[in-house]
């Protein structure tokens, strides 16, 4: 008997157990996605970008900058100038993190470099942007008798880039940004606060415009000569950036061709030492070229 009851009392519980686990099942919501990356390289002309590649990828990456268009006589527009080059190498552990190192001509800096992923937008707009913290450490590798101290040589760079995909086609970022220099020249400060504002807009699966303005925020003095970004010697107010270009993207391919008043390519030579200014034309402008490659291991 003692069965039979048994058996009846789950019978009766049945509709119960079943209508609970139905229940559970409607409660699990699906997976919220991370939206489709807002840019598709690690720089967007002048300043890094939010991306970091899938875990286990190393990016190389080369980059150009000519001499200003209207800097010399028989220059070919900057091109027989003396130019400006980075070859740098990143490296993905983990899908959160990505590690590089870098080497440039003028200051004959070597650079390592750092980027975290602290949010990632999703589709579903739970999260409406990605916010992404990006840092490095220079070293001035110039001979000694250039430097008092060996702490002399080195410069930073911290950046929070905050960005969104709008759609499919456009995309921005902000990214305010410090910059230090150990060694400064008299009257200037050791920190420049800045901001870039960058934008990118596909016109074809495959090609996309692009357009930089980097702001520094910290003024210090009047600017009373002009200097070059291989120079150091005067303190001068660092004037803004502008970069406009073009990029052409593959799976594994990214070429960008740009005219910009930059031609320091580290970041942080470009915010404390930029004189060339968009509003003095060609003197000032000249053209760059990055070229970059994935590989997936």
Same mark, same amino acid.
């Given at each position: 008997?003692?069965?039979?009851?048994?058996?009846?009392?789950?019978?009766?519980?049945?509709?119960?157990?079943?209508?609970?686990?139905?229940?559970?099942?409607?409660?699990?919501?699906?997976?919220?996605?991370?939206?489709?990356?807002?840019?598709?390289?690690?720089?967007?002309?002048?300043?890094?970008?939010?991306?970091?590649?899938?875990?286990?990828?190393?990016?190389?990456?080369?980059?150009?900058?000519?001499?200003?268009?209207?800097?010399?006589?028989?220059?070919?527009?900057?091109?027989?100038?003396?130019?400006?080059?980075?070859?740098?190498?990143?490296?993905?552990?983990?899908?959160?993190?990505?590690?590089?190192?870098?080497?440039?001509?003028?200051?004959?800096?070597?650079?390592?470099?750092?980027?975290?992923?602290?949010?990632?937008?999703?589709?579903?707009?739970?999260?409406?942007?990605?916010?992404?913290?990006?840092?490095?450490?220079?070293?001035?590798?110039?001979?000694?008798?250039?430097?008092?101290?060996?702490?002399?040589?080195?410069?930073?760079?911290?950046?929070?880039?905050?960005?969104?995909?709008?759609?499919? !086609?456009?995309?921005?970022?902000? /990214?305010?940004?410090?910059?230090?220099? +150990?060694?400064?020249?008299? #009257?200037? %400060?050791?920190?420049?606060?800045?901001?870039?504002?960058?934008?990118?807009?596909?016109?074809?699966?495959?090609?996309?415009?692009?357009?930089?303005?980097?702001?520094?925020?910290?003024?210090?003095?009047?600017?009373?000569?002009?200097?070059?970004?291989?120079?150091?010697?005067?303190?001068?107010?660092?004037?803004?950036?502008?970069?406009?270009?073009?990029?052409?993207?593959?799976?594994?391919?990214?070429?960008?061709?740009?005219?910009?008043?930059? !031609?320091?390519?580290?970041?942080? /030579?470009?915010?404390?030492?930029?004189? +060339?200014?968009?509003?003095? #034309?060609? %003197?000032?402008?000249?053209?760059?070229?990055?070229?970059?490659?994935?590989?997936?291991?």
């Amino acid at each position: 008997m003692r069965s039979i009851y048994i058996f009846l009392l789950l019978l009766c519980c049945s509709p119960l157990l079943i209508t609970a686990q139905q229940t559970g099942e409607e409660e699990q919501k699906p997976v919220d996605k991370p939206e489709r990356p807002a840019f598709e390289s690690n720089f967007l002309i002048d300043n890094p970008t939010d991306i970091l590649y899938n875990k286990n990828s190393l990016e190389v990456v080369f980059q150009h900058r000519f001499g200003t268009i209207g800097g010399g006589d028989n220059d070919l527009a900057g091109i027989w100038a003396p130019a400006n080059i980075r070859i740098g190498v990143s490296y993905t552990p983990f899908n959160w993190l990505q590690l590089g190192y870098g080497i440039t001509k003028f200051e004959r800096l070597q650079d390592i470099n750092w980027k975290v992923a602290i949010l990632r937008q999703t589709r579903s707009g739970s999260v409406p942007i990605n916010l992404t913290y990006y840092g490095n450490g220079a070293v001035n590798m110039k001979k000694k008798e250039n430097f008092a101290l060996r702490q002399d040589r080195y410069s930073f760079f911290h950046q929070l880039i905050v960005s969104r995909r709008f759609n499919p !086609n456009f995309s921005m970022q902000i /990214a305010p940004s410090i910059s230090h220099y +150990n060694l400064v020249p008299e #009257g200037m %400060p050791n920190d420049i606060f800045a901001v870039a504002f960058g934008m990118r807009h596909k016109i074809s699966p495959g090609t996309a415009i692009m357009m930089e303005y980097s702001l520094p925020v910290t003024s210090f003095g009047e600017n009373t000569a002009r200097t070059n970004v291989t120079d150091f010697d005067a303190a001068l107010n660092p004037v803004p950036g502008f970069s406009v270009g073009m990029e052409f993207v593959t799976s594994n391919h990214a070429f960008q061709i740009y005219m910009s008043t930059y !031609n320091g390519i580290v970041p942080q /030579a470009n915010y404390f030492k930029n004189q +060339n200014s968009f509003l003095d #034309g060609l %003197p000032d402008i000249l053209i760059g070229f990055t070229i970059t490659r994935v590989y997936n291991f």
